[in-house]
């Protein structure tokens, strides 16, 4: 076993797994939240993990730790004194592929346009897959892998990234095979996501280009292997629930998982498709009622609340305190897209405790092992748990509340992939 990273002298380790029957190290409740909301959490006071082979060998009281895992004999020692670590951020719901920009829209809004009033006027989705056509493939990795410098620097270890700025089954292939690269290419793990059924192409009727996505583009996407999930933008003026289960349906038989866009800018139903349909997760979810709620939690479809979306479009946030309430385990995603241009977990975090009404310890948890089951992973991805991935992230704060408690900067100092240090301030 060669030993890959020892980090030592923490102020806090956050494993994410609670650490009953494990006393050494660990923390007491805030006085702002409770002690079963700390205990959840599985916090350890100076502490230390130590990483073997890529993976989580041994967390806990830093002494022990260290005099078992020597920091000298480790390819990676780093010192965290005052610091804090956690696991690395799962963002499960992404549109980070893309070309173009759009931040004249953004100052449309301002001016009081609508999200449907800009796209009616030819900018918005359709604006993004002309520019994304007209892009060479090189010039797409590259912005790509740009994003994901910026999502690693934040802290984010594991990424969902969707096509559909093609639209047509060859840009649609292209998108993929370009997601595939950033994943071999960057450090951050790239989950790759088709969704053709994105928005209608200029010129066509929904159910016409519907035929298109489950006849010529759905074949296609299952041949080249590349895409895990299917997803659809289940929306007034762009697929309907009936369209939308067609397109969903053909992608499992085509082995995807369901993904569903629901009840975004109206309440339409998708979100009881996205229980009927088995999906991984129902994304977005801010015009969702109790009994959409209620179906989610008895299908096991995990809810994603992207609170960016909502301060992009100066809209009403979801209400996550009704999912949490239900018992539904709530994830977090950035969205990121060009019409939410935030690459940030942590300004995320910020939005959906300040906005949403999520403790700090409800975000995290939000952030990474419920954001890890919205995309189907193990269920130590997201954790720091002996056995799970050695994905981690070293804020430079004494706490992890200090994610959406200093909200505007990064808190991220150093971040861990598989052991090994990828990003450092």
Do not use: W
């Not at 200029?202 to 298109?212: L, T």
């Amino acid at each position: 076993m060669t030993l890959t990273a020892v980090v030592y002298d923490a102020a806090e380790i956050v494993t994410l797994e609670a650490n009953e029957g494990n006393d050494g190290g660990r923390a007491s409740a805030s006085d702002d939240e409770t002690p079963d909301e700390t205990a959840d959490l599985g916090i350890y006071e100076d502490a230390a993990v130590a990483i073997e082979d890529g993976e989580v060998a041994r967390v806990g009281a830093s002494g022990p730790v260290t005099r078992e895992f020597p920091p000298e004999n480790a390819a990676y020692a780093v010192d965290a004194t005052g610091k804090s670590v956690i696991p690395g951020f799962v963002d499960p719901h992404t549109h980070a592929l893309f070309a173009g920009d759009r931040s004249d829209e953004f100052q449309a809004k301002l001016r009081g346009k609508t999200y449907q009033e800009i796209m009616a006027e030819g900018g918005g989705i359709l604006r993004t897959v002309r520019a994304t056509r007209e892009a060479s493939d090189e010039q797409l990795l590259d912005h790509l892998l740009g994003h994901l410098d910026t999502m690693l620097a934040h802290g984010t270890t594991t990424v969902e990234v969707k096509s559909g700025y093609g639209l047509d089954t060859e840009t649609e292939l292209r998108m993929l095979d370009i997601i595939d690269r950033a994943d071999d290419r960057h450090a951050v793990d790239v989950v790759a996501t088709f969704m053709g059924a994105h928005a209608v192409p200029e010129g066509r009727e929904a159910d016409n280009y519907v035929a298109e996505v489950v006849d010529d583009q759905l074949p296609e996407v299952a041949s080249q292997g590349i895409a895990q999930f299917c997803d659809v933008f289940c929306e007034e003026g762009v697929f309907d629930v009936d369209q939308s289960r067609r397109v969903l349906e053909a992608g499992k038989d085509a082995g995807l998982t369901p993904k569903v866009h629901a009840e975004e800018l109206s309440h339409i139903g998708g979100t009881k498709l996205a229980a009927e349909i088995g999906a991984a997760s129902a994304d977005h979810l801010l015009h969702s009622t109790e009994e959409d709620i209620a179906a989610l939690v008895d299908a096991d479809v995990v809810p994603v609340l992207l609170p960016g979306t909502a301060f992009g479009l100066g809209a009403e946030y979801a209400d996550a305190r009704a999912f949490l309430d239900a018992g539904a385990d709530v994830a977090i995603a950035t969205d990121f897209n060009p019409n939410c241009y935030s690459q940030s977990m942590g300004f995320a975090a910020s939005l959906s405790c300040v906005e949403m009404g999520l403790t700090p310890a409800e975000a995290l948890r939000a952030a990474t092992t419920n954001a890890a089951a919205a995309l189907d992973l193990p269920e130590s991805v997201g954790t720091l748990r002996e056995g799970a991935p050695g994905d981690l992230a070293i804020l430079d704060a004494p706490s992890y509340v200090h994610v959406p408690y200093n909200f505007g900067v990064n808190a991220v100092e150093t971040v861990l992939k598989d052991g090994e240090v990828v990003s450092r301030e």
